[in-house]
C-alpha cells in the first residue's frame, strides 16, 4: 500500500523546501517508494485527527496501513530499516550512521534552530541585535567541529546514507542566515546532496506544491 | 567484554545526575550490561582522543571494542537493539517507542535546553528578564501537549521502553527550574521512571563520581 505523508499545506518558506517533510520526501525518493501527501493548514494541524497522528501538532507525519508514525528521525530510520541504500549493513557501519542521524537531530539542529527562531519570532524584540552574536558563536562552535570531522571526505562516515540526508537537511535551514558560506566544505558537501537525483525530485514535489497554493491564492 | 562509556569527571550538576551520561548508565542497569567508566576533565573532553570518540566533544562515549559510538540517543538505542526488555517485539510498537526516542529528543528536549542555556548562560546578559518568559512559554507548549498525549496512563505507549527512558531523563532536566511542578501527572511520571531500580542503581554510581571528586578536591 502506498504510505501517506503530511506536508504544509502552505509552505511558511515560500517554496524553499526548508520544512521537515522534505527530509521524508527526500528519504522516499532515495529508496524509491511512491508516496502520497496530505497537505494541511496550520489550524489543521492543531485538531484532534492530526493530533492522533503527532501529538505536538507538527508535521511530517507518516502512515502506512494501520502504523502512524511522527518525528522525521524516527520515518526516515523506519525508511532506511525496511529499504536498502540509507544503511550500511556491517553492524559498526550501521549503528555509526545511526549516531550521526541523532547528531544531526540532537547536537546539529537545536542551535540552528534557536537562530531560525530567533531570526523569524525574536526579530523585533529589544534584545535581537545584541543577543544574535550569543546564537550565531552556539551554531558556528558546531560547523566548525562538524568541517574538522567531514575533512575533504564527500560523506560522513563512507557511502552516503541516512546520517548525510539528515545532516544535509538540517544544514540546508542555514541557508536564509548566509552562515555556510564561511564554511566552503560544507556548503560543497550540502550541494552535493542537494544534486542527487533523490533530492531533486523531491524538492519538486514540494516546490509543486506550494506553486499550486500560489496560483490557488 | 565490557564496555565503557565516558562521563564527567567533574559533574557540572554537583550530582544531580542530569547530565546525558546518566540515560546511557540508566539503560545499561536496565539491561543487565556491566560497565566501566572513562572520566574526563572538560579539557579532555577538547582533546584529539575524545574527538576521536565524538566530534563535538561531548560526553557520553560508548566503546564496545572496535565499536565507538556517541550522542545518548544512538547509545540507548544500540543497547534497547541487543538487549531484551527497551523495545517491543512488535513491528508497529517497536516503531512508535523509536518515534517517541526521537521526540523527546529533537522536540521536547531542544525548549528545555534551551531554558537551561539562558539560566546557566545568559543570566548576567540584559534581556535575561524579559526573554525568559518567551523561553518558559516554549518549554510549557510541549509539556502541555505532552501531558495531553500521557493522559492517566503509565508510559507513552504501552509498557515501559526506551521512549519512556529518554522522555524522564529529558524532563528531569527542568528539575532546576521547577516547572513539573505545574504539571502533576508529568512529575509523577518522572517519579515513576526515578522509582525504578535500574534507575536507582545508575544515578547511585553517578553520585559516588560526584562525592569522590569533591573528596579528593
Redesign the interface.
Known amino acids: 500500500m502506498t504510505p501517506i505523508i503530511t506536508a504544509f499545506e502552505h509552505s511558511p518558506d515560500r517554496g524553499k523546501g526548508l520544512a521537515r517533510d522534505m527530509r521524508v520526501r527526500w528519504a522516499l525518493e532515495e529508496v524509491g517508494q511512491p508516496y502520497d501527501v496530505r497537505l494541511l493548514s496550520f489550524q489543521a494541524m492543531k485538531e484532534p485527527d492530526h ?1 492522533a497522528r503527532n ?4 508535521i511530517p507525519t507518516y502512515e502506512e496501513g ?10 526516515v ?2 525508511l532506511a530499516e525496511r529499504h536498502a541504500g540509507l544503511l550500511p549493513r556491517p ?2 557501519a550501521r ?2 550512521a ?2 550521526w ?3 544531526a ?3 546539529v ?2 542551535p540552528i ?2 537562530l531560525s527562531l530567533a531570526r523569524i ?2 526579530r523585533d ?3 535581537y541585535e ?2 544574535l552574536p ?1 546564537v550565531v558563536a552556539r551554531v558556528q562552535k ?1 560547523l566548525d ?2 568541517c ?2 567531514l575533512g575533504d571526505a564527500d560523506w560522513l562516515d563512507g557511502a552516503f546514507s541516512v546520517a548525510d540526508l539528515m545532516m544535509v537537511s538540517v544544514l540546508l535551514r542555514l541557508k536564509p542566515s548566509g552562515m555556510l558560506e564561511s564554511y566552503p566544505s560544507l556548503a560543497a558537501y550540502v550541494a552535493r546532496g542537494e544534486a542527487r537525483p533523490a533530492y531533486q525530485r523531491a524538492f519538486a514535489a514540494q516546490w509543486a506544491v506550494f506553486q499550486a497554493g500560489a496560483n490557488a491564492g
Not at 66 to 75: C, N, P, Q, R, T
Open positions: 493530533l501529538p505536538f501538532g507538527q494501520e502504523l502512524v508514525l511522527f518525528e522525521s528521525g524516527a520515518i530510520f523506519h553492524a559498526h549503528a555509526r545511526i549516531a542521524l541523532f547528531a537531530l540532537n547536537t539542529e537545536p534552530m534557536e519570532l525574536e524584540a529589544p534584545w545584541q543577543r550569543v558546531r567541529e562538524l574538522a570531522s
